[in-house]
């Protein structure tokens, strides 16, 4: 059989997506009940650092620990990786050694390289394309509290980024509508726009994209490796924080999300992301559930969703 990747949404169905999302409410219960469940009892996950990180490190670390497995963290500036060492040369050593491999990188290139040599499962733990683990998280926590999300509305507000790139595929995935507000020069890339189709709609004012809309969504205006932006981008996106006026448009049981680290006063206002509206500690913490679901299914197929 061959090896399989989780580098997007769409290397997935729509129902190995849902049953993913079903899985990782299941994993969750337990651990909530305190259930011993270790499929992954003496398997391995090598993590690719090459962005620093908080929820996505711990996430996979404590889940792979639960799980039964072991996590092994690698840097650049801890392997030979930061002395020049081919990607592809590293991936045919990790696979002989590891049962799969979490790569946070910078260019998604490094991920479709890394992937297409090796031979045993490789998971995006980000990259500046696309962050599907993140979705994974969102989709469940959005399923937690409202059900389905097929023939909903997203709106998402801010930078045209590997989120909001995201976004646009799980538009296509879990089948809802996606409004994207960005001011001019930070829209997502042109292929993926139209890759989306008719569920995702392009907005300069927030406002229209916002009203009516059943969940709302941003992410900091400067991502990592955008610092020296960061002036720039400020003034650039200065309309565009999600705060209670904003929110006020949106249907009255809007939910909102953000994946952290959050800017109060910049991206969202304190009001939204520590009101009665936001779900990101749900979502944060989802990061963990969600990333054990496709640990199971990817490392353990016997005991797969």
């Known amino acids: 059989m061959p090896v399989r990747h989780f580098l997007s949404l769409t290397d997935f169905t729509r129902e190995e997506l849902l049953a993913l999302i079903r899985r990782a409410a299941e994993l969750k219960a337990m651990q909530h009940r305190g259930e011993l469940h270790e499929p992954l009892r003496n398997r391995v996950l090598g993590m690719i650092f090459e962005k620093s990180s908080t929820r996505t490190r711990v996430s996979f670390e404590a889940g792979m620990a639960q799980l039964g497995g072991h996590a092994i963290f690698l840097s650049p500036r801890d392997s030979q990786l930061g002395r020049g060492e081919p990607i592809e040369d590293t991936s045919r050593v990790l696979s002989g050694m590891v049962d799969a491999v979490m790569i946070r990188t ?151 999300m953000h994946c952290l680290p959050a800017h109060r006063g910049e991206e969202v206002s304190a009001g939204v992301i520590d009101g009665p509206q936001s779900v990101v500690w749900d979502e944060a913490e989802n990061r963990l559930h969600a990333q054990k679901a496709l640990l199971e299914m990817l490392v353990a197929p016997a005991q797969s969703v």
Request: charge should be negative; include cysteine.
């Open 106 to 256: 910078f260019g998604h290139e490094t991920l479709e390289r890394f992937a297409a040599v090796a031979r045993v499962p490789v998971i995006n733990g980000l990259s500046d394309l696309f962050h599907p683990c993140q979705l994974l998280a969102d989709m469940q926590t959005w399923f937690e509290h409202r059900g389905d999300i097929a023939g909903r509305t997203v709106a998402w507000v801010g930078d045209g980024n590997n989120m909001c790139n995201s976004y646009i595929r799980a538009a296509r995935c879990f089948d809802f509508q996606l409004r994207i507000a960005c001011p001019g020069g930070y829209e997502p890339p042109a292929e993926l726009l139209a890759e989306g189709g008719e569920r995702v709609s392009l907005h300069q004012d927030p406002r229209e994209a916002v009203t009516g809309t059943d969940l709302v969504v941003t992410d900091v205006w400067a991502s990592m490796g955008q610092e020296e932006e960061q002036a720039k981008r400020v003034q650039a996106f200065a309309d565009y924080c999600v705060d209670e006026t904003l929110m006020r448009l949106a249907a009255e049981d809007a939910l909102f």
